[in-house]
Each structure stands twice: as C-alpha cells, then as structure tokens.
C-alpha cells in the first residue's frame, strides 16, 4: 500500500509538472520608435539594437534604419543608422551588425556605426531574419522565395531551397530551426529537415531557445507560444488587433523577452516565469 501511494504521488506530480505553462509579465515599453521588427543585443545585454522598418515592409524607401535602446528601454539612439530600406532581421557576429535589408545583407560596423558592405543577394525578394551559427556562417531567410541563404567570409550561397514561408532563424550549434509558415522545422549540418512542432494559428515570426529543445515562438499577428521538449504547442499571448508581436529576443540569464511591437512602435519587455 504505501509503495501504490509513493506512485501515486509521483505520478500526479509528474502529471502537474507537465501540465504547467510559461507566463509572460509585462516589464517596461520603451516609447516610440519607427516601426520597430526585430531586437538583439551587444555589449553582454546592456544595449540592444533594433531594426526599424519605418515605412511599409516590402519597400525600397530608404527610410529604414537601426536604433538603439539599453536593457531598461531607454531609447539611446532613435537612428543609430539610417538610409536602410526596410530592415528585418539582425544578428551580430565579430563586431558586425548583420542586417537583412530586403535583397542585400547590410554589415554595419558597430565601432563606427558605418556601413561596412553591401552583400547583394542572388534570387532574393523579400529577406527576413538572420542568425549566426557556432561556425559564424551567417544564415539570412527570405520569406517570398521560401530560400534560406548561407553567408560565409562575405560569400552568399543558397542553403535550404525545399520550404515555404521561410522566416524565423535560430542557430543552435551547428542545427538551424525555421519556422516556416505555421511549422517549426529543424535542419542540421547536413540540411537534414525534422519537423519539430505544428498547430500554430499564423505563421511565425521570431523564434528563441528558452531550455533545451524548448522554444519561445512568435507570430506577427499577435501570438507567442511556448514549444515543450516533445513538440506540444501552448499559446501564451493573445493580442491580434491590439498590437505585432514580431521577431524579438530571448536573455536566457535574466529570463527576459524583448518584443517588437511593429505598428505599435514600441519594445516591450516580458519576465518570462
């Protein structure tokens, strides 16, 4: 009897244990930036740049550009670089501000806030969101052609060319996780393709690890999910006709969620618990 009781209790902890959801609380918002699609940081998470579109998101305008704003959402620079077009993705690698700016990659150096190069981008029509694997390849997604694209020593070459919808980057070792329309897929070194999670209500937008193989994802339309370890999918925000909820960034340390708010035009910081 007391052996059935210690596996019951064990089972109904185990069962509480798996049925437990993240939760986002709201922290600070910073105020008003030019419409704001993607954050990372530099400087160990003390200042963050953020990409601004600053117009429609599939035009040639030059009115894009890159901000910045410290881990407390003061807005440092509203315009550290301007002249982009309509900036989405950034990642930093080796003093470089990478920066997916329609059908180039834009390399800013971050010492001088000046335009290294321009990395003209075969095929591309609509470049999105870039990450940086252990190896420092570049990878940058185009969500019109569905291509992924590999950026080594300033050489691009097409990566990933079998998917659609084609948007969120995260790196991992020397894995790469797409969100791809509304499924996240894994690739690893030899582009092997897994599909990790489905179900998700729009397509996604940014994606971060928060724990191993567990993921934060969001969906511009307004959603933010948690991914579990097994792929099941749970909805944490709901704020479709309110506010974007576009490609933002995770600080494992302090447990915090830096999100974009696109038309809102705004950062807002979430403790996730």
């Given at each position: 009897m007391k052996k059935l009781f210690i596996l019951l209790a064990v089972a109904c902890s185990s069962s509480s244990f798996a049925q437990e959801k993240y939760k986002l609380t709201k922290i600070w918002e910073t105020d008003s930036l030019a419409v704001p699609e993607s954050v990372t940081p530099y400087e160990d998470g003390k200042q963050m740049f953020v990409s601004l579109i600053?117009?429609?998101?599939?035009?040639?305008?030059g009115k894009g550009g890159i901000g910045k704003i410290d881990a407390d959402g003061k807005i440092i620079d509203p315009m550290w670089v301007g002249g982009l077009n309509a900036p989405k993705g950034i990642a930093v690698m080796q003093n470089k501000l990478y920066?997916?700016?329609?059908?180039?990659?834009?390399?800013?150096?971050?010492?001088t806030g000046k335009i290294d190069t321009k990395l003209?981008?075969?095929?591309?029509?609509?470049?999105?969101?870039v990450t940086v694997d252990s190896k420092n390849t570049v990878y940058v997604s185009d969500s019109k052609n569905g291509m992924?694209?590999?950026?080594?020593?300033n050489i691009v070459s097409p990566y990933i060319t079998s998917l659609k919808g084609t948007n969120g980057l995260k790196a991992?070792?020397?894995?790469?996780?797409?969100?791809?329309g509304p499924v996240?897929?894994?690739?690893?070194?030899?582009?092997n393709l897994a599909k990790i999670a489905e179900g998700f209500?729009?397509?996604?937008?940014g994606l971060q690890l928060i724990n191993k193989n567990e993921f934060l994802i969001s969906c511009w339309n307004g959603l933010v999910y948690s991914v579990g370890s097994k792929g099941q999918v749970t909805k944490l925000m709901d704020t479709r006709g309110v506010m974007n909820t576009a490609d933002f960034h995770y600080d494992q340390k302090k447990k915090i969620v830096y999100l974009?708010?696109?038309y809102k035009k705004s950062v807002i910081a979430y403790k996730l618990h």
């Open positions: 600053d117009g429609t998101p599939f035009e040639v305008d920066v997916a700016d329609l059908t180039e990659v834009v390399v800013i150096d971050i010492a003209k981008v075969p095929q591309a029509e609509g470049l999105n969101d992924i694209f590999s950026i080594k020593n991992v070792g020397t894995d790469l996780y797409i969100g791809a996240l897929w894994k690739a690893d070194a030899n582009k209500e729009s397509s996604i937008d974009p708010t696109f």
